[in-house]
């Protein structure tokens, strides 16, 4: 009698229960790969909540956002230096090819353990390869371009999509390192030697012009004054002499006498100036 009463109830909390355990939701930015009895699902759920038939029916989340995936590989360049390089990819998985990227591979870590890691390696080996160890610095854009063609072309055939690639750094043998700063000081030490000598020669040049102008100077000078000698000695006569004379006399008559008389000719300067 007590569970003819009871049993209403009963059902009420069975079919929630069968209701609850039916229900299972799908992320944002993944979407639901569907097994029933293990048998992999031609087309997947997308976001939200979803009914499915308890043991029989399980929803696997696999997401289709980018995710980004370090690496690191060791190679030896076109010269034969050992490099190790450390990249990061952006990637996502393509939503249209998701259920059999699942069914071929797995999940995204399987994918990134199975096809991306070995696919990087391998590019990274063969991007290596075609520069010495010099142009992997020099040429760093160039060779981002050939590792990130090589990456999308070999992930594409997987159905994995690359969206960035980045070089993170290069590392070189010790002593290839050692080399190179030894080789930049070299460079140093001459460019500075050739700055020095180009300094010296300028300032060489300076002091030659300098020192030219100034034997320049004094020629035209001395030239100058030869002509004036030469003028005056053309020009000049008596009566000049006595002009000049007369020019600077004060008008005193000179202290100091010699044998012959007075120094000065009164008569011969007051002659030569007109008096």
Not at 55 to 64: L, Y
Not at 150 to 170: M, P
Not at 237 to 263: C, F, H, M
Request: aromatic share 4%; glycine share 6%; charged share 25%.
């Amino acid at each position: 009698m007590k569970f003819a009463q009871n049993w209403p109830r009963a059902l009420s909390i069975g079919l929630l229960m069968s209701a609850l355990t039916g229900c299972t939701q799908v992320d944002a930015g993944n979407l639901g790969i569907v097994t029933k009895w293990g048998e992999i699902q031609d087309v997947a759920l997308q976001e939200g909540i979803h009914f499915r038939t308890p043991v029989k029916t399980q929803i696997i989340n696999i997401s289709t956002r980018v995710h980004k995936m370090e690496a690191s590989a060791s190679a030896s360049s076109k010269d034969l230096q050992v490099v190790s390089t450390k990249i990061a990819l952006n990637y996502r998985i393509d939503a249209s090819r998701i259920v059999e990227v699942f069914r071929n591979v797995g999940t995204r870590l399987v994918v990134e353990n199975t096809i991306i890691d070995p696919a990087l390696q391998e590019s990274l080996k063969q991007a290596t390869a075609q520069y010495t160890a010099e142009e992997l610095i020099t040429k760093r854009q160039q060779v981002k371009e050939t590792l990130g063609d090589s990456i999308k072309a070999t992930l594409a055939k997987s159905d994995i999509l690359v969206t960035e690639l980045s070089i993170t750094d290069f590392q070189f043998d010790a002593q290839y390192q050692q080399a190179v700063e030894s080789k930049q000081v070299a460079e140093q030490r001459a460019l500075t030697a050739t700055n020095d000598l180009a300094r010296i020669r300028v300032e060489a040049e300076q002091a030659e012009a300098k020192a030219r102008g100034t034997a320049n100077a004094m020629l035209a000078r001395a030239e100058a004054e030869a002509k004036a000698q030469e003028l005056l000695r053309e020009t000049i006569s008596a009566e000049i002499v006595y002009l000049r004379a007369v020019e600077k006399w004060d008008g005193r008559q000179p202290s100091v006498v010699g044998e012959g008389g007075a120094i000065l000719d009164l008569g011969a300067i007051k002659k030569a100036a007109g008096r």
